[in-house]
């Protein structure tokens, strides 16, 4: 067998056993923290020069070969490169990226997980977790070659409690939303898209219709059991560990590996309201400005039971848009809502359905039933977010409305944009410093989504007309959603635009549990106050000091309609649109739910 090598630099621990030698060293004695330096050196002289798996090099660096990794991961269900069953767990969510970990571990128990942290810091390779695998940027295959991955996918339990939910993260939203309805009618707040782990959805936000009533899902975690980086695993709450709790509800895979989340759950909403307004095509700038515009001004004001987003793509017809969402109360107190806002809109209301099954309006928020088998379709795209606080001013809509309709609606990838209302119990009702996400105040989310046609190679100019999309209209931002991962952000920019001014406690929390860095991915928290930019190479040869970026979100523009209708739009919009096999963080006519696990 030819092994593919990783060139590791060999620090000598005197404190540490590595795990995968442990059992050649009984017999030269105790190599333990009481053993001698004397037994230690001669074991590691006979592994250098008697292991099969080890040989030296003249630059002073052990070459690590498959079966070294191997051999630390015995016993472990291990994937590797060049095996039947490594592509298919090995399988991007965003096609426009591809990375090739060094291996694929699926632990079936908090054990295993505690083991491949503990090989992945001794042979130091970089370690990710994978939780649901949407991340718009690869990050739960590494973000770059080389990586040691652990694929959550086996972690399943939930077990119910009186009001809290322990839910191991190899669960997705649909299972975890289904159990609670089928277990006491219990509720969470959460994204649409059923296929998301809880892993990096929870992680980095998590915001859905729900969550103007009850919070982001972050939000209703009360502890987290989680892997650290020395190999053990610690509860981390209010009361233990309250800074890396703190520092996990906001940016967990810098830190650590989740194997479960408790949940503080909430009884189901006794009625429910899934909506659909179809708006007119808009075909210049100044009539898109004015619509929005109405729209921002309406859902400024409006009350928590409101869960609204303005949702449009485009063709070269113009541009095609709705507002979507649902309402927490009777259909006639939603009829009485918003009917000044279509009229003045010039829109109609395509569907007001009245849910009691909260199970029933989670299908229709997402268009696919809670539980499905096989993995998400992948897709072709790059996408962008925005944070806004306040209301936009009039000139940069019609700079942004003149942008869309005289240019990107000529390009040639499909695409969409969304802006979704945060705010209700998301600012009101938990305090900005209970975690380390940054846009408590946030007003709209907006996210930019284009996507090649067909899933074909990304086009050269793509990446330009999303920027575009984003820059038209906020030419200077200062925040950007992390669970809609942007990997073409500087060091800078994603570090003041994801975290703002907690980026300094992070990396001193990050320093305190992981100062090593073994939760190392191209937008991990560094440590302490200089950020760590090394990563593995795009191969699986030698690591070296580089900087390599992962990817956001792409896809062909296809809004999937509610009621499995083959388009989400009617008539009166954009028509040429096909369906999104994804999800977002958010209701939608384009269903969407993203994360960076």
């Known amino acids: ?50 292991h099969p798996s080890i040989t030296y090099s003249y630059r002073s660096h052990i070459h690590l070969s498959r079966q070294s990794i191997d051999s630390c991961l015995t016993s472990l269900n291990v994937t590797y490169p060049g095996e039947s069953s490594f592509h298919s767990f090995s399988q991007a969510f965003n096609s426009r990226l591809s990375y090739t970990p060094a291996a694929i571990v699926l632990p079936s128990s908090v054990q295993d997980v505690e083991r491949l942290v503990t090989c992945g810091a001794y042979l130091k390779l970089p370690v990710v977790s994978r939780s649901g695998g949407h991340s718009y940027a690869g990050y739960g295959l590494g973000g770059v070659d080389g990586a040691l991955v652990a694929d959550l996918s086996s972690l399943k339990q939930i077990t119910l409690s009186g ?11 649909g299972e975890v939303a289904t159990y609670l309805w089928d277990h006491g009618r219990r509720a969470l707040p959460h994204g649409t898209c059923p296929k998301v782990g809880t892993g990096g959805h929870t992680s980095y936000g998590g915001y859905g219709p729900y969550s103007r009533m009850a919070g982001l899902l972050m939000d209703r975690v009360v502890s987290a059991d989680v892997v650290l980086a020395n190999g053990t695993s610690v509860t981390a709450s209010e009361v233990s560990h309250p800074d ?101 809109l010039n829109g109609s209301i395509s569907h007001a359905d009245e849910y009691s099954d909260w199970t029933k309006l989670l299908v229709a ?33 019609k700079r942004w409305g003149d942008y869309l309709v005289n240019t990107a609606i000529h390009t040639d990838i499909g695409w969409f944009a969304q802006a979704d209302l945060y705010g209700g119990a998301i600012s009101s009702d938990f305090d900005a410093s209970s975690s380390s996400f940054a846009h408590r105040d946030a007003f709209l989310v907006f996210q930019f989504y284009g996507s090649s046609k067909d899933n074909a190679p990304y086009p050269s100019d ?22 809609y991962i942007d990997p073409s952000l500087s060091d800078s920019e994603w570090q003041s635009q994801y975290f703002g001014t907690n980026m300094a406690r992070l990396r001193e929390i990050k320093a305190s549990y992981d100062p090593n860095n073994v ?79």
């Not at 004397?38 to 074991?43: E, G, I, N, P």
């Not at 848009?321 to 006639?332: D, I, P, R, W």
């Not at 928020?365 to 936009?392: C, H, I, M, R």
């Open 1 to 50: 067998m030819k092994h593919q090598k990783i060139s590791l630099s060999w620090k000598l621990d005197f404190n540490h056993v590595p795990p995968h030698i442990a059992s050649h060293t009984k017999m030269f004695g105790s190599t333990t923290q009481n053993g001698s330096i004397r037994s230690w050196l001669f074991t590691l002289a006979f592994l250098l020069f008697s």
């Open 163 to 173: 009001d809290n939910v322990v839910v191991q993260t190899g669960n997705i939203l």
């Open 244 to 344: 890396l709790f703190w520092a996990l509800k906001g940016a967990a895979p810098s830190y650590g590996i989740v194997t479960s989340w408790t949940y503080s759950t909430l009884t189901a909403p006794m009625i429910s309201v899934s909506f659909f307004i179809s708006l007119p095509r808009y075909t210049s700038g100044d009539t898109f400005a004015t619509a929005f515009s109405k729209y921002q001004a309406f859902v400024h004001t409006a009350p928590r039971e409101l869960a609204m987003a303005f949702a449009f793509g485009g063709d070269s017809k113009g541009i095609g848009a709705q507002l979507t969402g649902n309402y927490f109360g009777s259909k006639s107190n939603f009829i009485n809502l918003v009917s000044g806002l279509v009229k003045f």
């Open 365 to 397: 928020n997402g268009g696919e039933q809670l539980v499905t088998t096989g993995p998400s379709p992948p897709n072709t795209f790059f996408a962008k977010s925005l944070v806004t606080f306040d209301l936009l001013d009039d000139s940069s809509l």
């Open 462 to 483: 793509g990446m330009d007309v999303i920027n575009k999309m984003l820059t038209s209209l906020s030419p200077n931002p200062t925040a950007a959603y992390p669970n």
């Open 519 to 597: 939760f190392k991915f191209p937008q991990s928290i560094p440590v302490g106050n200089m950020a760590d930019t090394r990563t593995p190479t795009q191969s699986m040869g030698t690591r070296k000091n580089s900087i390599s970026g992962t990817g956001g979100d792409d896809v062909p523009l296809n809004p999937h309609l509610h009621k499995n209708s083959d388009t989400c739009l009617p008539e009166t919009t954009v028509t040429s649109l096909t369906a999104f096999p994804f999800c977002l963080d958010s209701f939608h006519p384009f269903k969407f739910d993203i994360v960076p696990m």
